[in-house]
Structures are given as C-alpha cells and as structure tokens.
C-alpha cells in the first residue's frame, strides 16, 4: 500500500477592505481600462492597519479545521508559505499554531515567493509520506499591500492580500493516479534570474523590508514558458492527457499569463479556475484562494483531477498534480 496526502478540508480568508482599479487611480496615474486590459484585475484586498500576516492565516486555519472536522491539536505539522512573514523570526506558522491550539504540532515557513503554497504542499507532503506525522495544515499567506511601492503603477496595480490553506491527510491506497490525494509535485528553481523581480529589502542588505522591484516584460516571458512546462511535466509523470484534466488551478498573477499559459497547454477556459479580477496577484496565497473557491462552490469534485502551477520570485516555479 502507498501513503498518498488527501485534502481533508479546506479554508481562505481576504481581508474586508476592498482597494478597486478606480480607488487606485486617484493615488498613481492609472486608470481601470488600463489596469483591466494589461492584467485582467478589477479589485484587491488590502489587509487593515495591524491586520498581519498571521491574522490572516489563522482565519483561514480556522476555516479549513472546521470544513475538515477536526481539532488544531490533531494537526502534527503546520507548514506556512509566505514571503512577507510577521518578523524577520520567528516563523509566523508559529504565531498560527499557538492560536489554533496545535500545541502538539512543529510548525515553520517556507519562502518560495508565489510558489511558495505548492512548496509548502511538497514539504508536509513529504513529511506524511514517510509517516513523520498523520495531518498536516499547509497555508499560504500574504501580505504584499506592505511591500508595495504606491508610485510604481507597474507593480502597486499588481498585488493584493489574502490567505488560504488545506487540512491533509495520510491514507493508504494502491498508489495508482485513481486514487484520491496529493499524485505528485514537480519544483524548479534559477537564481540566476534574480534581478528580474525582488524586493529590494532584508535584515543582512539594509535592514529593512523594501518594496517589489519587477521587469515584467521579462517575467511575463518566462513565466509562460516555465508554466507550460512544469505543467506538462506533472502531466508526463503521472501519465496523463489535456483530456484527464478536470481542473487547471493556477497561480493568479495575472490574466495575460493565466491565458497563454492555459492555451499552450490546449486546456479550454472552462476547465480553469480564475480569481485574478477580485483578488489580484495574492502570491503564495492565490493558488489555496482559488482552490478554496472552486471547492466551495462545488465546481471542484471528489475524484476530480486538479494540476496547480506557480512561479514566483527567485526564480521558482512548481506544479502538484492532485486528485480530489
């Protein structure tokens, strides 16, 4: 028998203020036409003066323990992505677990920027699977609106804040692609690509956390490219077809890349979960979003093929292919 990581239950949260292209506008020289045509995004959410990273995550910890049924001090292993953390340190999955009650559970960050949710995935993955622990919470959580520049429209009209995650349980199957759980997760990374999109900021640099510094011409290039083929590797792995797929889940960063990606791969626009317009670019938290959405409203179904794909700064990227 093969140990496969199955989604128990899910949860998201977004904070209650809404920041929309037409607010935007009269703080940077943009106007909605301009945003929606370049990224497809109509709206974000911005987290309230005090309202930290860790608030965020532990409302969605919440949501996704109640649809799973269980107990924060059920959970073994909380694993959080996050590239804007409370603190320099301690890990803010350590703020998420004193306040869930998972005394019992280790808890740490992963920093892996917009990848940074199917990071977290592979890791508590890995962790179940060698039988280091029986649950896992897996989050990713923002809060970009902090490192934002308000003056670069090129990069402030981007992002938004949010936070998501999924209850995962080890089962016992027969190891084949019809079995429900995590199939598999594929992870890249090129340092060499550095310059492209950073924040220029940090505790050994300057001391302080900087802002989002971003070529998105070149981004845009690699990404598509990257993408499609972390994709089809997942693909490949688990033999699968374009057919198979019920659900493309991907990174929401914007609708520009959303599109190309998805019609490289020939994967039709009504099997792809798109929460772009609302949420804008929530980076390690866009994908749990998604995720969390497409599940509630029951589009999302026991048994469905989901294939999620980021790529984030660093650069990083990564798939997981999953059977819900």
């Given at each position: 028998?093969?140990?496969?990581?199955?989604?128990?239950?899910?949860?998201?949260?977004?904070?209650?203020?809404?920041?929309?292209?037409?607010?935007?506008?009269?703080?940077?020289?943009?106007?909605?036409?301009?945003?929606?045509?370049?990224?497809?995004?109509?709206?974000?959410?911005?987290?309230?003066?005090?309202?930290?990273?860790?608030?965020?995550?532990?409302?969605?910890?919440?949501?996704?323990?109640?649809?799973?049924?269980?107990?924060?001090?059920?959970?073994?292993?909380?694993?959080?992505?996050?590239?804007?953390?409370?603190e320099?340190?301690?890990?803010?999955?350590?703020?998420?677990?004193?306040?869930?009650?998972?005394?019992?559970?280790?808890?740490?960050?992963?920093?892996a920027?917009?990848?940074?949710?199917?990071?977290?995935?592979?890791?508590?993955?890995?962790?179940?699977?060698?039988?280091?622990?029986?649950?896992?919470l897996?989050?990713?959580?923002?809060?970009?609106?902090?490192?934002?520049?308000?003056?670069?429209?090129?990069?402030?009209?981007?992002?938004?804040?949010?936070?998501?995650?999924?209850?995962?349980?080890?089962?016992?199957?027969?190891?084949?692609?019809?079995?429900?759980?995590?199939?598999?997760?594929?992870?890249?990374?090129?340092?060499?690509?550095?310059d492209?999109?950073?924040?220029?900021?940090?505790?050994?640099?300057?001391?302080?956390?900087?802002?989002?510094?971003?070529?998105?011409?070149?981004?845009?290039?690699?990404a598509?490219?990257?993408?499609?083929?972390?994709?089809?590797?997942?693909?490949?792995?688990?033999?699968?077809?374009?057919?198979?797929?019920?659900?493309?889940?991907?990174?929401?960063?914007?609708?520009r890349?959303?599109?190309?990606t998805?019609?490289?791969?020939?994967?039709?626009?009504?099997?792809?979960?798109?929460?772009?317009d609302?949420?804008?670019?929530?980076?390690?938290?866009?994908?749990?979003?998604?995720?969390s959405?497409?599940?509630?409203?029951?589009?999302?179904?026991?048994?469905?093929?989901?294939?999620?794909?980021?790529?984030?700064?660093?650069?990083?990227?990564?798939?997981?292919?999953?059977?819900?």
């Amino acid at each position: 028998m093969v140990v496969r990581s199955v989604v128990q239950g899910w949860g998201a949260y977004l904070p209650e203020k809404i920041l929309t292209n037409d607010d935007l506008s009269k703080i940077v020289d943009t106007t909605d036409a301009w945003i929606t045509e370049r990224t497809g995004i109509r709206q974000r959410h911005v987290a309230a003066e005090g309202e930290m990273t860790s608030d965020l995550a532990t409302h969605a910890a919440r949501r996704a323990l109640e649809r799973a049924g269980i107990r924060g001090d059920e959970i073994d292993i909380i694993v959080l992505g996050t590239a804007t953390p409370d603190e320099t340190f301690p890990a803010t999955a350590t703020r998420v677990q004193e306040r869930i009650g998972a005394d019992r559970a280790w808890a740490f960050d992963v920093q892996a920027a917009c990848s940074g949710f199917i990071y977290a995935l592979s890791v508590a993955d890995n962790f179940l699977r060698l039988g280091q622990g029986k649950t896992a919470l897996v989050l990713g959580a923002e809060t970009f609106s902090r490192i934002l520049d308000w003056t670069d429209r090129a990069t402030c009209v981007l992002f938004g804040d949010g936070a998501g995650g999924v209850v995962l349980r080890a089962e016992e199957g027969m190891g084949t692609s019809a079995d429900r759980g995590l199939l598999s997760t594929h992870l890249h990374s090129d340092g060499r690509q550095h310059d492209l999109l950073y924040a220029d900021g940090g505790p050994s640099l300057n001391q302080v956390a900087g802002v989002v510094r971003m070529q998105g011409r070149e981004v845009y290039r690699h990404a598509v490219s990257k993408l499609s083929a972390v994709i089809d590797e997942a693909m490949v792995g688990n033999n699968f077809t374009v057919e198979d797929v019920d659900w493309l889940v991907p990174h929401q960063a914007n609708k520009r890349i959303l599109d190309s990606t998805r019609k490289k791969l020939g994967i039709p626009p009504e099997k792809m979960v798109v929460t772009v317009d609302r949420h804008a670019n929530t980076s390690a938290a866009s994908i749990p979003l998604a995720l969390s959405e497409a599940a509630s409203d029951c589009r999302i179904k026991r048994g469905d093929l989901v294939l999620m794909e980021a790529m984030g700064a660093g650069f990083t990227w990564a798939s997981a292919a999953l059977r819900w």
